[in-house]
């Protein structure tokens, strides 16, 4: 399968530990996306990636996350200090330019409960 | 800013029923236009797409068409099936490329 990839697909951790998370793009794609989507919304746009340079970042992303690309194909997205307000589904996408669009292939997503 | 409002759900329907679920939209500039689908255990999935105004995207029996006028992309499907019942989104995208995505809307299809 050449799909997104999210590793893990579940994780369960105490308040004030940290994650981190990990996403497979389609090879091919130089742009990556991170949302979080909580029970009941849609996904809200964290960050995103073209090639290994994080080109914008959500106010939502507080200071205790940070994400990286090291090398332009997989990325991590590291949760520090968790809190229960991090309980959410995670979501990575990527994408290329394609008839002029960036059209987005989405992962399975990480769902995270803090407790 | 730019954002995305959908009809509130959950939207419960009987099999060959006709569905609209309304979309409308609070962009600058001109967005590309979503609809995505997620089914029960499953990730999101693009359904169709329109990048400019009076485009109709189609796909899987479902359409939408692009009105600039109206700020709107409805979705429509003339006959629904049990199969279809899942959680839809509209989202729009500028030119960074980022989605900005509606609540979502669930609807229901019993046979």
């Not at chain 1, 995103?48 to 939502?60: C, D, I, M, P, V």
């Not at chain 2, 609070?26 to 995505?36: E, H, I, Q, R």
């Not at chain 2, 900005?100 to 809307?105: L, M, N, S, V, Y």
């Amino acid at each position: 399968d050449t799909g997104v990839s999210q590793d893990p697909r579940h994780k369960i951790t105490k308040r004030g530990q940290n994650v981190t998370f990990r996403c497979d793009p389609i090879s091919e794609h130089n742009r990556l996306y991170w949302y979080r989507q909580t029970l009941g919304q849609g996904p809200e746009f964290l960050t995103y990636f073209q090639n290994e340079a994080q080109l914008e970042k959500s106010r939502l992303l507080s200071d205790r996350f940070s994400a990286e690309r090291p090398k332009g194909s997989f990325s991590t997205l590291e949760i520090q200090r968790t809190e229960q307000g991090d309980s959410a589904m995670y979501l990575c996408a990527s994408s290329s330019l394609a008839g002029g669009l960036y059209e987005q292939f989405f992962g399975p997503g990480t769902r995270l409960t803090v407790l | 800013g730019n954002s995305v409002t959908q009809m509130e759900g959950p939207v419960t329907l009987s099999e060959e029923a006709f569905l609209t679920i309304n979309c409308t939209y609070t962009a600058t500039g001109y967005p590309s236009l979503f609809w995505y689908v997620q089914y029960p255990g499953e990730g999101l999935q693009l359904l169709l797409k329109a990048t400019k105004a009076d485009d109709k995207g189609s796909n899987k029996g479902f359409e939408a068409t692009y009105r600039k006028e109206t700020t709107s992309f409805h979705l429509e499907k003339g006959s629904v099936q049990v199969s279809d019942s899942a959680v839809y989104f509209c989202a729009l995208t500028g030119n960074t490329g980022k989605l900005i995505f509606g609540q979502g809307t669930t609807l229901q299809v019993k046979p």
